[in-house]
């Protein structure tokens, strides 16, 4: 990531977990830094470069947590995204399922920021289990219906209501509404789960901010799951890889639905702002020109 940041503005458009005694003090909160308020019920979303892979950092009030950790080597962005935001202590982390490209880089995250709470679907790997366990951390299973509060804002799992074994499919899918804007993260979500989460969003307002799924694999993001989500502006989180992932042809769809797109390949760390009064405003750590070609060069 260099060092230059794009902004751009983005007008409006129309579970709990047991408690357990960690095994080491954790820090005491400190004084949030200058501008940040912990109490003001503005949320951060923050999309980390780290190439291949997902790492998310939310952050509402003095709450933070992160979806996903990248894959191994990401550690520098991640701790780098808290550090910009001023996070110091996660309260929790989400793992939307267990391949080494969302998993990777979570295990020392773990071990060194001690979340209270892990929300996931299915069995960590050994190597996260044992991080989540050296760190104290509760681990939630969490299925559809579930309600996760992330801080001031609030998420709802829409995905999976059951495991299918295939860890792509049974990736959790969170939809977090913060002031009136809903973000959707989708993991890898594919196939019939991703048609059942299409058609929840459908029966609610369009979803503003989509994580497309699987690194814009073809074999997800739908024409269909696009209609019924409508998203307003969608990131592809995604790096050099050997898939072709972003298709052309799921850049092509979104593009089609009237979505903006970016890439965290193109744009680098995207990180978007949401008030408490809904206004929205998006930074870019690279450029802020959104994809407009759905070609392999167009989104890199
Ligand atoms: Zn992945």
């Known amino acids: 990531m260099n060092a230059t940041t794009a902004a751009a503005s983005l007008s409006p458009t129309p579970g709990p977990s047991p408690a357990r005694t960690p095994k080491t003090p954790r820090p005491t909160p400190t004084a949030p830094p200058a501008g940040s308020s912990a109490t003001s019920g503005a949320t951060t979303v923050a999309f980390v470069d780290v190439g291949q892979g997902d790492a998310t950092v939310i952050k509402s009030g003095s709450w933070a947590g992160l979806i996903d950790g990248g894959p191994a080597g990401s550690e520098p962005a991640v701790e780098a995204a808290l550090a910009k935001l001023g996070v110091r202590r996660l309260n929790a982390v989400v793992v939307s399922h267990m391949h080494a490209d969302h998993t990777g880089g979570l295990t020392r995250i773990v071990s060194e920021w001690r979340p209270r709470t892990a ?11 044992g991080a989540l366990r050296g760190a104290g951390t509760t681990v939630v299973q969490v299925r559809r219906g579930a309600t996760v509060r992330f801080g001031a804002a609030q998420a709802k799992v829409l995905s999976p209501a059951g495991l299918s074994g295939d860890p792509n499919s049974d990736s959790v899918v969170l939809r977090l509404d913060a002031s009136g804007k809903s973000f959707l993260f989708t993991g890898d979500c594919t196939g019939p789960n991703e048609a059942v989460v299409g058609s929840i969003c459908a029966r609610g307002p369009p979803i503003f901010v989509l994580k497309v799924a699987h690194h814009g694999s073809r074999y997800s993001t739908t024409s269909s799951f696009l209609a019924h989500t409508r998203p ?31 890439t965290t390949w193109r744009n680098g760390g995207i990180t978007f702002r949401v008030s408490a009064g809904g206004a929205m405003s998006v930074s870019f750590s690279r450029s802020s020109v959104p994809v407009k070609k759905a070609t392999a060069a167009g989104v890199r």
Do not use: D, E, F
Not at 119 to 129: F, K, M, N, R
């Open 232 to 262: 307003r502006v969608a990131v592809i989180s995604v790096g050099p890889n050997s898939y072709g992932h972003p298709r052309p042809a799921t850049v092509g769809r979104l593009l089609a639905g009237g979505s903006r797109v970016y």
């Open 119 to 129: 929300y996931v679907a299915g069995t960590p790997t050994s190597a996260l289990a």
